[in-house]
């Protein structure tokens, strides 16, 4: 405790910690006077000035005070804690939280303490009544939180007694309202958030929970939570969603409504277990994020011409096809609401309702008391609606309905979980349409990637680019063009993270199925006809359109080679 204590006068602005913090070029001088303008002006510690005014990250005090007052780190594990039986029994964990320092290991009249601010002096007086010697490590807030969670299970048996304790659901609910818990989980929505990230995922992986963001559709590694706090989380994370809490066997989903930053979220979350624990998937979904409008889904003028021609139509079925993420139902959704008038009636059949549409008739489909989509879909019909958009298309029962109801006068939309445009065909065939009502009720079908779009503010021309001409996909597509070729390459800056992209745009595959492809046998042969049709009518494949981004600079080769290559 005396390295603390002949140190402390030392926290002037004149020496001490900012000196420290100049000496290892963690700080300039210019952002230390600027912070020491603002402990004139306001008061306060020069360290939580230089973190509120975004200098430092507030993880990294722990390190600086571990390197300036020579203390040691504590990293939570519950393997390092060591108290002798009895320890809360005679001593007040709360009151030692509100401390600011937990107790991890006693060694005879020597107590060991995890600390964040080793400055907030009543600490030693607390402990030093209680024992002859005081030693502290410095930790990080996460690390903290993980202690607290653990020394508070450990009171409730020294307390209650193996027997008398409380029951395991009363102790879940404990942990998921425990203010670290709570902090915890709220930080990582609003991380979530503020990294444009699609999905949060947390898994146990080797002794730790790993959070990890899918930001533009590739996955970027956050926070580990220490292992003592995921029955917290998982639990409190069930508790939002509305999920069993008690129930660790089985995959559960759920559904968040909050708010963050003033934007109004809605959260789908998925449980699974595994064998280290459980897996969760949580869903961002921000309201009114999504323009549903074709240009800004990123479709090519061309496409668009095709597309809102086929819109036009009043009966006859449209397919959007795509792996899981691809964006089929927000496209699906700037369809409809280019349709969305007073006079139409649109009813959609969906699992899940991912974004609400105003004047547009939604149904959830719930398969646990047997509304699944082939039923849902006899329903709709008989609402008399003008037109009718089906999630997916997953059995022969809910194929032939879609199509017998274009027959009979409505404009359907459905998706489809193919690679491409003309393998959905086949692929309806298989599930046991028949081919001639394929050929009666299939408007057009499209399929669809997303790729990552080029950070506008960081793009920068690629050398390469005279080069990457020569290539013949790329050189066919330049008559295309209504603009100079523009190759870019992505560089990265504080915008986009330093990953040289910001956010997605859509490829896409168009094909109609007109006169020409009704005359087409479905059999071994179609796939070399689609060939020859795309080539006379000049429709390109999901690859060439993302080589036109490419050519336009909008994205770049190696995005479209792994997205469609």
């Not at 108290?83 to 991890?104: M, Y």
């Not at 990582?188 to 959070?211: C, F, N």
């Not at 789908?268 to 624990?277: H, I």
């Amino acid at each position: 405790m005396s390295n603390v204590d002949s140190q402390m006068s030392d926290v002037s602005p004149t020496g001490g910690i900012a000196s420290y913090l100049l000496s290892c070029n963690i700080i300039s001088d210019e952002q230390l006077q600027r912070a020491l303008e603002y402990r004139r002006q306001l008061g306060g510690r020069v360290e939580h000035i230089l973190v509120n005014l975004g200098v430092m990250q507030q993880e990294e005090l722990a390190s600086v005070y571990s390197g300036y007052l020579d203390l040691p780190l504590y990293v939570h594990d519950a393997t390092s804690v060591s108290l002798p039986a009895g320890f809360f029994s005679q001593l007040d964990l709360e009151q030692a939280i509100r401390q600011k320092a937990l107790p991890f290991k006693q060694d005879d009249d020597v107590i060991f303490l995890a600390v964040t601010d080793p400055f907030y002096l009543p600490l030693y007086d607390f402990w030093g009544r209680y024992f002859a010697e005081v030693k502290v490590c410095v930790c990080r807030q996460a690390d903290f939180d993980a202690l607290r969670v653990f020394l508070q299970a450990e009171q409730s048996q020294d307390v209650y007694g193996e027997g008398q304790g409380l029951n395991e659901l009363e102790r879940l609910r404990e942990l998921a309202f425990g203010a670290p818990t709570v902090n915890l989980v709220n930080n990582l929505i609003v991380r979530g958030i503020k990294l444009r990230a699609s999905d949060m995922h947390l898994e146990p992986l080797a002794g730790r929970y790993r959070v990890r963001y899918r930001v533009d559709g590739m996955l970027h590694a956050g926070d580990s939570i220490p292992m003592d706090l995921q029955l917290g989380v998982v639990s409190r994370i069930k508790i939002l969603s509305g999920m069993d809490i008690a129930e660790r066997r089985k995959p559960q989903d759920g559904k968040i409504e909050t708010s963050v930053a003033g934007k109004a979220l809605d959260i789908r979350v998925s449980s699974l277990p595994l064998g280290e624990g459980e897996s969760v998937v949580m869903r961002f979904l921000v309201k009114d994020a999504v323009r549903f409008d074709l240009t800004a889904v990123g479709y090519e003028q061309d496409l668009i011409d095709h597309i809102s021609k086929d819109l036009t139509r009043t009966t006859g079925v449209i397919l959007m096809t795509g792996p899981t993420g691809s964006g089929k139902t927000t496209s699906l959704y700037s369809f409809l609401s280019r349709l969305n008038q007073p006079h139409v009636k649109i009813i959609t059949l969906e699992d899940p309702i991912e974004y609400q549409l105003d004047g547009i008739n939604q149904v959830q489909v719930n398969a646990d008391i047997g509304f699944d989509f082939s039923r849902g879909l006899r329903s709709i019909v008989r609402q008399d609606p003008d037109i009718i958009m089906v999630g997916e298309i997953r059995d022969q029962e809910t194929a032939r309905i879609a199509m017998q109801s274009s027959l009979t006068g409505h404009l359907v939309f459905s998706t489809v979980h193919t690679n491409d445009a003309p393998t959905t065909f086949t692929r309806l065939i298989d599930l046991g349409v028949e081919e001639f009502l394929l050929n009666a009720s299939v408007i057009s079908v499209m399929a669809q990637r997303l790729v990552r779009q080029l950070c506008p503010h960081c793009k920068a021309a690629d050398p390469q680019q005279e080069r990457l001409l020569q290539l013949p996909e790329l050189n066919q597509l330049v008559p295309l063009l209504s603009q100079p070729v523009n190759i870019c390459q992505a560089t990265g800056c504080e915008k986009c993270g330093g990953s040289g992209y910001f956010g997605r745009l859509a490829i896409l595959e168009y094909l109609p199925n007109d006169e020409e492809m009704q005359s087409f046998a479905k059999d071994q042969h179609f796939m070399a006809k689609v060939s020859g049709y795309r080539q006379k009518h000049q429709l390109r494949t999901l690859k060439q359109d993302g080589l036109l981004k490419v050519l336009k600079g909008t994205t770049t080769l190696d995005e479209v080679m792994r997205v469609a290559g």
